[in-house]
């Protein structure tokens, strides 16, 4: 909830989400949840029984993508409470601190992170849990370590619940794996049931039926996976690809602070318009150092790669 609401005021460009809507007590609530479940081991602080993402492993302790959670929930307080003219809890800094703070769970030598303490490398997992730590969670980290979290985790993920497919493809498209992301992006379509093409949990209509966690993840894989979007509070990220077996992918309308923006993504390129928005405002597209003005309703043609969307009073137009 505290992501959703996170991404939701980044997204927007204004606090009202907490202000005017009442996030703001579920920040605070749950970051104080946080301090109140730690204890300290004499290095630092931990979480000791706990069910993981991961069904097949439950009453864990640490595991690192609870830990990993509760840090960004406690990191978002801090500045919430800042921008809001709050008073942090100190309780929270000392919690969160990189250094002495909450245990994320690390191997040194193979240079990944362990699912829960005493975790082995290998070993069978149900679902996406780790891998869900550059996505949708944004921990930093160096981007040998996200790789190895991604490629070694999906070689022991049991063929289970579809939502698990999507963040693996979303995984590999980061990686520019585009085979193996197309691979998994298609087994998701293994649960959809006949006739209404409803989700299922599992494939063969077993498991749940209707299954929205399934079709959230499909939706992610779409938007932050083949679309590549990313949520920041100074800019929205985008490294478009093309979805497996089209020619051309439209998305449209796609909302960022206030502005519209449609995109169109072919194999050879893609084009981005801005469509709506305050036209006293300069906003460009940029990628390593140059940037394109987005005027509204004029289409930029540009390569396809990694590029950051963002308000501009001051860019130089690229031809």
């Not at 050879?268 to 928005?277: E, H, I, L, S, Y």
Request: proline share 4%; charged share 25%.
């Amino acid at each position: 909830a505290v992501v959703s609401t996170q991404s939701g005021h980044y997204g927007r460009g204004s606090w009202d989400i907490l202000t005017k809507d009442g996030a703001w007590d579920i920040v605070k609530e749950t970051a104080d949840y946080w301090v109140s479940r730690v204890e300290w081991d004499g290095s630092n602080f931990v979480i000791d029984h706990v069910m993981d993402p991961d069904e097949y492993h439950y009453n864990v302790n640490n595991s690192c993508f609870t830990n990993a959670a509760a840090r960004v929930n406690l990191l978002f307080a801090i500045e919430a409470a800042e921008k809001l003219g709050k008073i942090p809890d100190p309780r929270w800094e000392t919690v969160s601190q990189e250094k002495q703070g909450i245990k994320i769970p690390f191997d040194d030598k193979l240079r990944y992170h362990p699912e829960y303490d005493g975790y082995t490398q290998g070993t069978l997992i149900k679902q996406a849990s780790v891998v869900l730590l550059g996505y949708p969670l944004g921990v930093p980290m160096d981007p040998d370590v996200r790789r190895n979290d991604i490629i070694e985790y999906e070689k022991c993920t049991d063929r289970g619940p579809g939502m698990t497919y999507s963040m693996y493809s979303i995984g590999m498209l980061e990686l520019g794996q585009l085979d193996t992301a197309a691979e998994l992006f298609k087994v998701q379509f293994k649960n959809l049931r006949a006739p209404f093409r409803i989700w299922n949990e599992y494939p063969g209509a077993m498991g749940c039926t209707n299954f929205l966690t399934a079709v959230g993840g499909f939706l992610q894989s779409l938007l932050y996976g083949y679309l590549g979007a990313r949520v920041f509070e100074q800019f929205l990220q985008v490294n478009p690809n093309l979805l497996p077996d089209c020619s051309k992918v439209t998305y449209t309308g796609v909302s960022y602070r206030g502005e519209k923006f449609d995109f169109v993504i072919s194999a050879d390129g893609f084009k981005v318009c801005r469509t709506t928005g305050n036209a006293f405002e300069l906003w460009c597209i940029e990628k390593d150092g140059k940037k394109w003005p987005l005027v509204t309703n004029e289409i930029v043609s540009l390569d396809l790669g990694l590029y950051k969307i963002c308000n501009s009073n001051d860019y130089e137009i690229i031809y």
